[in-house]
Each structure stands twice: as C-alpha cells, then as structure tokens.
C-alpha cells in the first residue's frame, strides 16, 4: 500500500447535475470518515441545477454533522486550484442527442439500445463529449497538474485513451458503475451457489473465490471462475440460461434490461465464457440487430427509449427538490442511496486501505495475448502512486479478435476527434462490427454531423 496521505481531500465534480453520480457522491463525501473533512466542490454550467445539488449537498452534511466543506461554481477554473481529484461526468442533453444518434442509426439499419459506446451513437457521443474534455485536461494541467482526473463519461474507453494519449502528464484513469466492486464479485458468487444473499459476501469467500473479468468497457467477459479450486463457470451459465425467462418479470423493461439472461447464456454456449455487462455487451455484436435470413430465438434489440428517459430525469430531479422542500425528510437522505464506484475508489486512495476495483486503463501485460497498450476494464491495485492491474491470462480467441476490432474503432474516434480528421471518422465509422454499407455509414455521418450542430466544434463545418 502508498504511504501518500491526503488529509482534506478537495474532490471537484465537473458535471454535477449528472444525478447519476452527483447525488451518490454527495452521499459518499458525507458517509466517509476519509472525506467528509474535505471539500467536495460541484461544477455545472446550468445554474438552477447546480443551485439544487449545492442546496442539498449543504443539508446533508449539516443533518450529519460532518464538517464536509460545499463549494459551487458555474466555472471551473475558478475552483480547480487545490483539487486533489477531479471526476468528469457531465453530458449536456444526453438523452436527447442519444436519441437522435439511435434513431437515425435505426433508419439506417443499425440497432442500439443504449447508443453511447458502440455503433455511431458511441462515435458521436465521443464527437460531442471528447472535445470539452479536453479542454478540462488543460485547465487541470495548469491549475491542478498533480490532480487524480477519473473520466466518468461515455463511450470510456475513447475517452480514456484520448486522455492517456493527448495528457500524457496527467494522472487519469477511466471508470464504468458496472463493475462495482466487491458488489460484482458477490453477485457471481450468488449465480454460483457459493452463498445465498450478497450480504453473506465475506472477506473468506472472496479470498477463495478466483474471479476474472477483462475486456473493453462494456464488452467484459468472465474468464474464469473458481471457488476452492473448483470450476463453477457453468453453474453460472446454468443460473442464467433458467432466469432468463423470467428475467424482466415486474423489473425494468427498458432497452438495456431486455433478454439480458437469455442472450449472456447464448454467448456463455458459443465461447465458453460470460459477458458481464450484457446490457451494453448484446449492442457490440452483430447477432441481434435484426439482419438475419431465419427467425432467431431472441428477437432484435429494442431501441434506446428517448420519451422513458426524459421521465426517469424528470422522476430524479423531483426527489431532488422534495428533499431540499422538505416534502422528504433529509434525514432519510442516508438511506436512500449508497456508495458510488468513483467516489468509493476516491475514499479508498485517500485512506490507503489497499482494496481493488474495476479500472479502465492500460493493459500492462494483465491480459497476456493482448498489447501492453490496449486499454481495458481490469481489476487492480488502486492508491494514490498509481494504477497496477492484476494478472488475468489470456483472452480466448474469438471474443480476442471482437476486442480488437472494437480497440481499433475506438482509437480511430479518439484520434478522429482530437485531430479534427474527417478521413479518420469515416475510418472509425467504417470500422464499427455494427456497419455494414459503406453509403449507409455516409449518410449516417452527413445526418448526424447536420443535426448535432449546437453540440459538434466548428471546425467539422468549415
């Protein structure tokens, strides 16, 4: 373990009206004996919003009685001086231009049931985001160089190489909730029959239990899974293939949440190993897009739902007012949400406590038959001298050759957005396993480039 201390750890969150982070990571500044004497300062260029999460921010820490000093601005170089951690996590009308980039993807044929990592919705989203996260790298380049950057904004994978890449003095990593640990550790250890609940999760089953995960963000896969020395891969595959007809009964019928169990067993009984992030892992295969001459057992994806979105914000944003309202009493605040993966990992850095989590990062030798470079989502030894990944083995043919097909897309966008190059869009376009016409992919990028205008640098117009 780093014997580097942080006392008052200043932790900047740029993007804070992101209620997917902004309201767990005031829960997790507040919670943590290791942060709550710090600053946790929230950053968002909408007023109104930021106004609410600094309100409610104040609250809690004062209902607490943690000393957890709030800061708000509109701008963020007037609050960078002094972070230890900056967290990106902003996505300005997310759910709109997520929208469009799935609708005319669809016109075209392509079918994407989240459209943020993969596909020309993930491409896009990379044209958008990408830019202005650039533009933070050289702010905390000059105001706070010896800041943690944790990009927490998808397609991660693009941006964290572009990081990598274009800020190579930073120290950055890029991180996905999906595999939270050790939450995902215990949900394995629950298919497998180890334990019953994830609360019977010791510090025992999770020593004995030898569980590996890689790939890239969103397309990771369980490469093994021993417990005791005993093989329980297709115990796992079992659990799923019997929950998958039952799997969204009373739950979530949204795009992401359709036949997850069903599909992660199909692809457990062509290749031998599981996806562990089904609800984005089904959208960077061919299988379900709807192409195929003879009916297939799982029908086609379903479509990223843009109006269901719209509500689910809305439905966050009204929580968020009837605390501040009082309407809610702030004192269930604490028991209404829980640990967040970037702030946990954060709370781990600045005590030492030695835990590992799932980082996306350089390979670094962790998965033996792929390139020392090739940024994947791995578990690994997190302090605050650095980032270390664990030794996984090797990546099974077949899902190695998807990984790296979906490694060159990704770098293609990275470099396509940074260097402004319309020659590597359309590389990076042409490249995606989901295009199949080198036209269709054309005019995707001419109706997207068009509708996108208010998000999309200048300079792609000129």
């Known amino acids: 373990m780093s014997d580097s201390k942080v006392l008052q750890p200043k932790v900047v969150v740029i993007g804070a009206g992101s209620l997917f982070f902004g309201r767990q990571s005031i829960w997790q500044m507040v919670h943590s004996p290791y942060l709550n004497n710090g600053t946790l300062t929230l950053v968002d260029t909408n007023e109104e919003k930021l106004a609410k999460l600094v309100k409610l921010a104040e609250m809690v820490a004062r209902e607490n009685q943690v000393p957890l000093k709030i800061e708000g601005s509109t701008n963020r170089r007037d609050v960078l001086k002094g972070a230890d951690f900056v967290v990106l996590s902003f996505a300005e009308d997310t759910v709109k231009y997520r929208g469009i980039d799935c609708e005319i993807s669809l016109k075209y044929g392509i079918r994407m049931c989240s459209g943020d990592t993969i ?3 993930g491409i896009f989203r990379a044209m958008r985001e990408l830019p202005v996260i650039m533009e933070c790298a050289k702010d905390i380049e000059e105001l706070c160089p010896d800041a943690w950057v944790i990009n927490y904004i998808n397609p991660s994978t693009v941006h964290g190489m572009a990081l990598s890449r274009y800020a190579p003095n930073l120290k950055t990593f890029a991180l996905c909730d999906s595999h939270h640990m050790p939450h995902k550790k215990a949900y394995y250890a629950v298919r497998a029959g180890i334990i ?5 999760f010791t510090e025992e089953i999770d020593r004995k239990f030898d569980f590996r995960i890689a790939g890239v963000n969103h397309f990771t896969w369980l490469l093994k899974a021993e417990y005791d020395g005993k093989d329980f891969m297709s115990t ?4 799923l293939k019997k929950s998958a007809g039952t799997e969204n009964n009373g739950g979530d019928t949204g795009a992401k949440a359709l036949h997850n169990d069903a599909i992660s067993y199909e692809l457990y009984d062509i290749f031998g190993i599981i996806p562990t ?11 379900w897009q709807g192409l195929g001459v003879t009916k297939d057992a799982i029908p086609p994806l379903s479509i990223w739902e843009t109006e269901d979105r719209y509500k689910r914000h ?13 309407k809610l009493p702030i004192n269930s605040y604490m028991g209404s949400f829980g640990p967040d993966h970037a702030t946990d990992i954060i709370e781990n850095m600045v005590g030492n406590l030695g835990k590992r989590f799932f980082i996306n990062t350089l390979n670094s030798g962790a998965v033996t038959n792929m390139n020392d470079d090739s940024f994947l989502e791995l578990l690994s030894e997190v302090s605050m001298d650095g980032i270390k990944p ?4 090797e990546m099974p ?6 990984q790296e097909l979906v490694l060159d897309t990704h770098e293609l966008t990275a470099e396509a957005v940074v260097e402004r190059s319309f020659i590597k ?6 490249t995606d396993q989901l295009v199949s016409s080198i036209h269709d992919a054309d005019m995707i990028i001419k109706e997207l480039l068009e509708q996108e205008q208010e998000r999309i640098p200048k300079d792609w117009y000129q």
């Open 119 to 121: 596909g020309p919705g």
């Open 196 to 200: 019953q609940d994830p609360s019977e």
């Open 236 to 239: 796992i595959a079992a659990s």
């Open 277 to 287: 992030c089904t609800a984005h892992t089904k959208e960077y295969v061919r299988y």
């Open 314 to 326: 809305e439905e966050m944003w009204q929580q968020v007012d009837d605390f501040i309202s009082g």
């Open 390 to 393: 664990l030794h996984v083995g």
């Open 397 to 402: 043919r077949g899902i190695r050759g998807m």
């Open 425 to 430: 869009l359309r590389r990076a376009m042409m």
